[in-house]
């Protein structure tokens, strides 16, 4: 299945003097639909072509295609920040073509879910342009919308918009407003009506665990962006990239104990603040930590 995709996008990338792009496509929703090089695409292309290579690696199979792929994705087309808003680019221009409030988060989905741009090692000004796009949405939308804003500002450690995002998606729906239904379904207004809408009831909680964990490949960071309404807690079973689950309780915003568990994963990196410990593991065996 991946080999399909790559091959599609392999088929379908031109060239450009900027580097490889798609070749007219629409950011969803939003903007003109016959652009070319739109960040949202870009992004998904990288993100696919640098996950068959690791899967090629692996499976120790299809090796030389992963390399041609690596390749490919050496030369695509990675959106900038535009220099006249300050926000990282949706399209292969400065100006900013869509609405300045819109819904979706499209360009910054190499943020959230992805982590091609994060605060690791990422340019400074990249960062700041992702923020950017994220002030100009604004923190009004749909409760899908705001649960996809709240995992952003918790990445970028903003724990107060992320619990201000996560309260206006749980307030009640009254009048076919936008909102929680008595059941918790999110409801989608329409204005004289509303529907059910699953996308806020699994994005909020999502967005919730990114505030108290962020995983990345070899890193586990502990409460990254904890609101001071949740000074003291615990949570267990939260599930960590590269093979790992992790129980965490915490007190007055500082943690207590962190076990983290092998599901398949032998070594990563836990950090708290600037404390930080590498660990090795064996499938199944754990570790409980107190930074």
Known sequence: MLKGACEFWEARLVETPEGLVDDHDWSPEHGPQDARGLTYTQELVHHLFGTYRTATDVLRRDQSYGRKMT???DRLYLPVVSPKTGMLQEWMSPDDLGETTHRHLSPL???FPGDRINRDDSPAALVEGVKQHLITRGMESFGWGLAWRAA???RLKDADRSYELIGKVIRPS???ANGTAPNFFDMYSFGDRSIFQIDANLGAPAAMLEMLLYAR???IELLPALP???KTGSVTGIGARGG????LAWKDGK?????VRSVGGTETEVRFGRWKKRITLRRGQSVTLRP
């Open 71 to 73: 390749g490919l994705r």
């Open 109 to 111: 989905v190499g943020f």
């Open 152 to 154: 952003c500002w918790a």
């Open 174 to 176: 009254i009048g076919f």
């Open 217 to 219: 490949p070899g890193v």
């Open 228 to 230: 001071s309404a949740w």
């Open 244 to 247: 790992f689950s992790v129980d």
């Open 255 to 259: 943690v207590t104990s962190a076990t």
